[in-house]
């Protein structure tokens, strides 16, 4: 995940922006948003390892991860050795020991692209053994951390895969699918007070078809908005702006139309003024871009590309990207194969700098995740090791 729980963004400054202020409506075309970044200096910034979770979970071949605000729990939602879907809490102290405290046991059956948000509850997305969609809630004990299945979402959903969740408003959840004719939808969902998830609305056929998916939000004119940023057909980024409003509806608002060239691992967050994407290029290397979401007289959201990272980074064989003060936070499997973040400054310009990374301090690494704590300067990594197993890696990322 992501910064998926979009209610996160209107509890904390720290998820998705730097302000959960409305945004004002536009008289005629103008940003979006004006936010003041205080000026840093380049290539100095160091990611300090803390600490890890040695061997206390077993092997997985997915992972996806959240912060729950409501139990302070970190929960891992792991594909197990046996295909089944188990999430996990985790306890990270401030000097960055993890301690594993509850799991949710054979609570779920087996299954496939998994996907987590933490909201009101902890809510997982993943593809049943049938190839449906599927939501489940669960409750995260706040002090013993244990997991309790709460409902689900039945049989309200069919085929997809590529699936991602995040939470839009209070007591509502968008999933963003590829659907059984290779397409893009969104769904809205809205969990009821006994755990249950009740399908609201969709986007219908406003989009095409799609390979990869991922999901950010953000308020634009006192308004809900899912980004998604996308695999086109074409192997193209295209980034998609929709309104979610509070009965579920989805409007889509814009899109950044053939702006950005061939991308794989695509990934996106909210930074100050910015939209940022992450991306795998033809070239294999990792490139950031930022996008500036400008309203226009007739309603519309045109996203337009300020500025991009170059060559600053090299080559990438997995992606993990999560905002940071004054910037985005990127994990990544480096060329030979194993984990480093690094830390982009994006201006109030747009351009985007590289401050620092983790150099070499952690070893083999895949299905690379990057989770942020409440004060934004203590990470973690969820992440399959060379030998299979998940560990979790902590880190500390000051200015």
């Known amino acids: 995940m992501n910064l998926k729980s979009f209610s996160l963004f209107l509890a904390t400054t720290v998820l998705l922006s730097s302000t959960v202020a409305p945004l004002s409506q536009a008289a005629t075309p103008q940003p979006i948003t004006t936010t003041t970044v205080p000026t840093l200096a380049m290539g100095t910034h160091l990611i300090t390892r803390l600490g890890d979770s040695g061997n206390q979970a077993g092997q997985v071949s997915e992972i996806a991860s959240d912060y729950d605000y409501s139990s302070r729990r970190l929960v891992t939602a792991v594909r197990t050795a046996g295909n089944r879907l188990k999430l996990i809490s985790w306890r990270v102290a401030s000097n960055g020991d993890v301690v594993r405290l509850g799991d949710s046991g054979n609570q779920a059956g087996e299954t496939t692209q998994i996907d987590i948000a933490a909201g009101n509850q902890v809510v997982t997305a993943s593809r049943t053994a049938s190839g449906n969609l599927k939501l489940i809630s669960w409750q995260v004990d706040p002090a013993s951390g244990d997991i309790s299945r709460l409902g689900d979402s039945g049989n309200q959903a069919g085929t997809a895969s590529v699936i991602k969740i995040m939470q839009i408003h209070p007591q509502t959840y968008v999933t963003a699918v590829r659907t059984a004719s290779g397409n893009l939808k969104l769904i809205s969902w809205y969990l009821q007070p006994d755990g249950s998830l009740v399908r609201l609305q969709d986007s219908g056929n406003t989009a095409g078809a799609i390979s990869e998916i991922a999901l950010s939000g953000l308020s634009i004119q006192d308004r809900r908005h899912v980004v998604t940023a996308v695999r086109t057909e074409q192997g193209r980024l295209k980034v998609i702006l929709w309104e979610v409003d509070q009965q579920g509806?989805?409007?889509?608002?814009?899109?950044?139309?053939?702006?950005?060239?061939?991308?794989?691992?695509?990934?996106?967050?909210k930074s100050g003024n910015y939209i940022v994407t992450a991306v795998r290029t033809a070239a294999g290397r990792l490139k950031l871009i930022s996008w500036d979401a400008v309203a226009t007289q007739g309603g519309q959201i045109n996203l337009v590309r300020v500025a991009d990272s170059g060559n600053q980074a090299g080559e990438i064989g997995d992606n993990a990207l999560i905002y940071s003060p004054r910037g985005v936070t990127s994990a990544v499997k480096t060329a030979s194969d194993n984990l480093k973040l690094i830390r982009w400054h994006v201006t109030p310009t747009g351009t985007i700098d590289r401050l620092g990374d983790s150099g070499n301090q952690a070893g083999n690494a895949s299905l690379i995740n990057l989770t942020a704590f409440s004060e934004q300067t203590l990470l973690v990594t969820p992440l399959k090791t060379s030998n299979n197993r998940l560990k979790l890696i902590s880190w500390e990322d000051g200015i």
């Open 249 to 269: 509806e989805i409007t889509r608002r814009g899109d950044s139309g053939n702006q950005a060239g061939q991308a794989r691992m695509i990934r996106v967050a």
